[in-house]
């Protein structure tokens, strides 16, 4: 399967929810639905590198199918309140490299 970038994944899901999809569900219940799929995804985690342990309905689930649901959400948001996530996150490398450069190399911690 071919890569594609930021603006080719906005473009092809708001084809398919136009296609398939009838409309975007509103902004608010996007937004709903984007923090009940990240729960999702952090139940895996916790159980994939965390203390707690498998529920047998949890076994099936794919940890890749779970960021890619967070991703489709987060992109549906994008699309219908007018964000280009390539725009939006190159600007966002720039204010993390600008305010962070020297902040995590001089961290004792790490």
Do not use: P
């Amino acid at each position: 399967m071919a890569e594609i970038t930021i603006r080719e994944a906005q473009e092809q899901v708001d084809q398919w929810i136009k296609t398939y999809g009838v409309r975007y569900f509103n902004e608010l219940t996007n937004m709903t639905i984007l923090t009940e799929e990240v729960g999702e995804l952090a139940r895996i985690m916790a159980r994939t590198y965390g203390e707690q342990s498998f529920k047998e309905s949890d076994k099936s689930k794919d940890l890749g199918d779970e960021m890619a649901d967070v991703l489709w959400v987060l992109i549906c948001l994008a699309n219908q309140t007018g964000v280009n996530l390539t725009e939006a996150f190159t600007k966002n490398l720039e204010k993390k490299t600008d305010r962070d450069k020297e902040r995590h190399i001089n961290n004792t911690k790490l």
